[in-house]
């Protein structure tokens, strides 16, 4: 279905061998014992506050301020 799966595996596109093949050419390709490329943990979400008194704003619930995100970047050279 996909023709860059042909190519890289050195297939003609539309002249390809059975499904098995490519399973057998990916195992290995990706040598690895995790089948995926990120971890399947999520980190957990932050709930948000609702605020105490009507008409204000909810809290943030951002993790890092622009404040810091700028003193990160300052670190870092081009």
């Given at each position: 279905?996909?023709?860059?799966?042909?190519?890289?595996?050195?297939?003609?596109?539309?002249?390809?061998?059975?499904?098995?093949?490519?399973?057998?050419?990916?195992?290995?390709?990706?040598?690895?014992?995790?089948?995926?490329?990120?971890?399947?943990?999520?980190?957990?979400?932050?709930?948000v506050?609702?605020?105490?008194?009507k008409?204000?704003?909810?809290?943030?619930?951002?993790?890092?301020?622009?404040?810091?995100?700028?003193?990160?970047?300052?670190?870092?050279?081009?």
């Open positions: 279905m996909n023709p860059l799966y042909a190519i890289l595996s050195g297939f003609e596109v539309g002249d390809t061998p059975g499904v098995g093949t490519f399973y057998d050419f990916f195992s290995r390709l990706w040598d690895s014992d995790n089948n995926n490329l990120s971890s399947q943990l999520q980190p957990l979400k932050t709930s506050k609702k605020p105490k008194k008409g204000l704003k909810a809290d943030p619930v951002e993790k890092t301020t622009v404040e810091q995100l700028l003193k990160e970047l300052q670190g870092v050279s081009f």
